[in-house]
């Protein structure tokens, strides 16, 4: 982690409780907004505190992520459920409220079957 970065990780992590984020969530944003690449983040506060300070910076999310990889390797549709459905549950993975109508269809699919 450059200096700048690590600047940038302490004044996530020092504050109000309403305006700081745990550790990984901060070391993440500090490095991307340092100009390392994107960032993956479900947590509601973590995408506001990002796009609040860090504006250049936009965030992914782990279902655009795991559309994206299911695209690439070709996964089948029950592969891309099954990821999902493991990331939910194991990782707790939230849902970004913008993307619930898009996790419906996926599953929605799923009960037709």
Do not use: H
Request: glycine share 4%; hydrophobic share 50%.
């Amino acid at each position: 982690m450059s200096d700048q970065a690590y600047e940038i990780y302490i004044s996530l992590v020092s504050g109000l409780p309403t305006d700081t984020l745990d550790d990984g969530e901060s070391a993440a944003i500090a490095i991307a907004a340092d100009g390392f690449g994107s960032v993956v983040l479900d947590d509601k506060k973590a995408r506001r505190i990002l796009s609040a300070r860090f504006k250049q910076s936009s965030p992914a999310s782990s279902l655009t992520f795991l559309l994206a990889a299911a695209t690439r390797a070709n996964w089948t549709l029950d592969e891309l459920r099954a990821a999902v459905t493991a990331a939910r549950t194991v990782s707790r993975m939230a849902v970004v409220p913008d993307e619930r109508p898009l996790f419906s269809e996926l599953f929605a699919a799923a009960a037709s079957d």
